[in-house]
Structures are given as C-alpha cells and as structure tokens.
C-alpha cells in the first residue's frame, strides 16, 4: 500500500512539474510577445480613405462615397508604405496612431499599382511625435521562416498581432512580381500592415484567397526597396525592369526536340520581342533561355524555388548585366543585357 501510494505521490509531483514547466514557458513567451509588440506597435498605423469612383463609361458620373479601411507602417524620412488598392480612388486619406483617437490628414505621395504599393506622407508635427522608422530587410527570406502579421484588422481600434506563422512557398503577382505566401490568420483591414521576421519588415499583406482559409499573399520587402528607388528616379511612378520579350514554357518534348534541345536541358523560348524594346537587336524569336546569371531556367519558367524569370529581373536594379545561356538555331552562346526599366 506504501509503495503503491508513493508511486502516486511521484506521478502527481512530474505532472505538476510539468505544469509549472508549461506555465512558465506561456509567461516567458507572452513578455516576448508584449515586448514585440511593444517595440513596434506605434509605428504599425491605420490608414482610413473615403473613396469615389467615376464611371468610364460614363465619366461625368460617380459612384456612391464608400469608406475603406486598411493597416499601414513607418519608414525612414517620414513615409508611411501602404497598399495602392487601400487608397486607389481616394478623395480624401487619414492617418490614426495607436491609442489615439486623432485623426491626421495624409497625402499619396506616390503610387505603384503593378506593386500594389504606395507611400503616404502627414504634414503633421504632432503625428510624428514618437514614432521611429521601421527596418526593412534588403534580401528575399527563406522557406519555412517564423514571420509575424500585425495590422487592423476589420476596423480594429489597436494593432493585432496574429500567431506566429511560417512561410510557405514562393509564387507571383498577376503582373509577374515575387510574391510569398504564409499561412497566418489575415482579414480585411490587414492590407498595407508589416508583416516581421525578428523586428524586420520582410514583407507587405496585401491579398488573400476568399475560398480558403489562412492562405495570404505577401509583397516581400526587396521589391518595396525597389519601388521606393524607382520613384525618386521617376517622381513618384514605381517601375521595374523587365526583359521586354515574351516567353513560353518548354515543358514539351516534342517542342524541345523541335529547337534541338538535348536531353538535360532546360529553358523557355522567346516568342515575340516587344517592338519599342532594347532587346529588339539582341534577343531574337526562337531563342531558347537556358540560363540566367549562372541559374538554370526550368522548362515551367522557374529560376529558383518559386520565383519565375521575370520575377528575378524585376529584382534586379536598372542598368544592372545579366547574363544569359541561349540556344540560338542549335547553338549556345552567351549574351550579357543590361537591364531597363522603360
């Protein structure tokens, strides 16, 4: 009997142990948590827009005022970055702060619809009091890294922090920039909000699937360095370099036997040069893109994990050489370009 209620004696003390262990860790990972938030929360702001649209096809006319809402962050030399879908449209954009009520009126300062992107500045002393700039990371993050989303969502009063989530793959915008994709609980409201690896932006929410559940989209933060490079160049129009030509994938074998690819070779073919392009008197139709920069380009197009070819020239900054592999009527050679972004 002794032995039996010893025994329990024991079991009770390790799962109360256990317990204490689990409490401890929840408190220890809750400070880290308050401490996060804490450190970034005034720089995290709600960007609030009135918006009327006209008709194209009835220009004279405009549609009913609508209110919009949307999350938004401090940089450097007083800008606030927010998504160009948040304020497109706008008649008239605020800006709020954490834990206050006040609200300061905001100028679009510059616009980059193929980015989804644009910068805001509030003329405002006040509005700036205690408010420090957020850090941007210049390089693209790696699969599987713990990031963090923080924004208004719907409407929210204060900045929410969702739990941490992952990054799940790579992919594109519908105008072929790099995007990433986490599976972190966003909702309407969090557009234009940072989303942080350590106390870094490494990316900007901006869309998400409606039919699925936790699947959102990210603007990774080389692309806004870019964006915000390229309207200081083009006053206040973000652009990117682009190749100038058209492609199609090489994913069939018959085609690839067509252009005499061998067996272990890779790449897409040019189908058609833009005719205002500098590529005209280089690139050619019919070339076959084996390589860039040393990477091979897959027969889908892909360049490394997820970013595509003209997601990794859009990377690249103007005037900047690339080098290419091409197959060109059965022969390999190689082409340096110099990039634009006109």
Not at 102 to 116: E, V
Not at 162 to 174: K, W
Request: charged share 20%; aromatic share 8%.
């Amino acid at each position: 009997m002794m032995m039996r209620l010893g025994s329990v004696v024991k079991r009770f003390r390790s799962h109360q142990g256990r317990q204490l262990q689990s409490a401890s860790a929840a408190i220890h990972s809750q400070r880290r948590q308050s401490s996060f938030l804490d450190s970034i929360t005034f720089s995290v702001v709600k960007v609030l827009s009135i918006t009327r649209l006209t008709d194209s096809l009835h220009p004279w006319r405009f549609s009913d005022v609508e209110e919009g809402n949307g999350s938004g962050f401090v940089i450097s030399g007083r800008r606030i970055i927010t998504n160009a879908h948040v304020v497109t449209g706008s008649t008239y954009v605020q800006i709020m702060k954490m834990g206050s009520g006040t609200k300061y009126k905001a100028s679009i300062q510059a616009f980059g619809h193929g980015c989804d992107l644009a910068m805001l500045v509030v003329d405002s002393e006040e509005f700036w009091k205690d408010l420090k700039p957020l850090d941007l990371l210049s390089e693209m993050p790696r699969l599987f890294q713990t990031v963090r989303v923080v924004g208004y969502p719907e409407a929210s009063p204060s900045p929410v922090e969702s739990f941490p989530a992952s990054l799940q793959l790579f992919t594109v915008t519908a105008n072929l920039l790099p995007a990433f994709q986490v599976d972190a609980a966003i909702n309407n409201g969090n557009s234009g909000g940072p989303v942080f690896i350590g106390k870094s932006v490494a990316g900007i929410a901006f869309e998400g699937l409606d039919e699925c559940q936790n699947i959102w989209y990210v603007i990774p933060s080389p692309l806004l360095l870019l964006f915000l490079s390229s309207i200081e160049r083009n006053k206040g129009v973000g652009s990117f370099c682009s190749l100038g030509v058209f492609t199609q994938p090489m994913e069939n074998t018959m085609m690839r036997d067509y252009f005499g690819m061998k067996e272990k070779m890779t790449g897409i073919v040019v189908t058609r040069v833009y005719k205002l392009s500098r590529r005209i008197k280089t690139l050619m139709e019919n070339d076959v893109l084996l390589a860039v920069n040393g990477n091979p380009i897959q027969n889908d197009g892909e360049v490394s994990i997820g970013i595509n070819l003209e997601g990794f020239i859009a990377l690249k900054k103007p005037m900047e050489n690339v080098c290419f592999d091409v197959l060109r009527k059965g022969v390999i050679s190689q082409m340096t370009l110099r990039l634009s972004n006109d």
